[in-house]
């Protein structure tokens, strides 16, 4: 039970893969807003009708390349409170890694627990902890009510087919929206009868 410890308080295991280390691959990843909390925009007639922040979110998920020169995003979709995307880790570009995340670049000097965790994460999970502190910080710089869920859902996508699955799902997602398992307008709806 120690392992399930962290400065003598418990904490939730990791979610990932022990047998992969997501330095390379193509993945399915799911980010929520803390609570479900429709931050992003609404969908409207089939239409997403993005905020400020979901705007931004999207502007973010064009740019990660250029930030992570390992990692390419060829599909992706902003729903009102969650994202989806597909990315593919490139392990032959190894040495060009930018990591944006924020222990990096603490103005407190470096912090080698956090530099050490950040090395054995995986540039999967570096990648979009920079994305989520960019968007959070944005956030937090233009007085914007916002905040992710802790953790995010990852997919490894094994071949082709599983990926044309995946790139169709979230195509057609703004579309699906009233029959999506994270819409929780429905929930609020039936409440209210």
Known sequence: MSSDLYHNKYRIPSARATWHDYNGGAYFVTICTRDMEHYFGEIVSGEMNMTEIGEYVQQCIKNIP????????PAFVVMPNHVHLIVIIDDENADSICRDVPWRVSTYGKNETMQTIANQQGRLSTM??????????????????????????????????????????????????????????????????
């Open 128 to 193: 979009i902890g920079g994305f989520k502190q960019s968007v959070t910080r944005y956030a937090n710089a233009n007085s914007i009510s916002f905040a992710w869920q802790t953790r995010f859902h990852d997919r490894i996508i094994r071949d082709h087919d599983e990926m044309n699955r995946i790139a169709e799902y979230i195509e057609n997602n703004v579309a699906r929206w009233e029959s999506d398992e994270f819409n929780n307008s429905n929930d609020s709806k039936a409440k209210a009868e």
């Open 66 to 73: 250029q930030h992570n020169t390992y990692a390419n995003v």
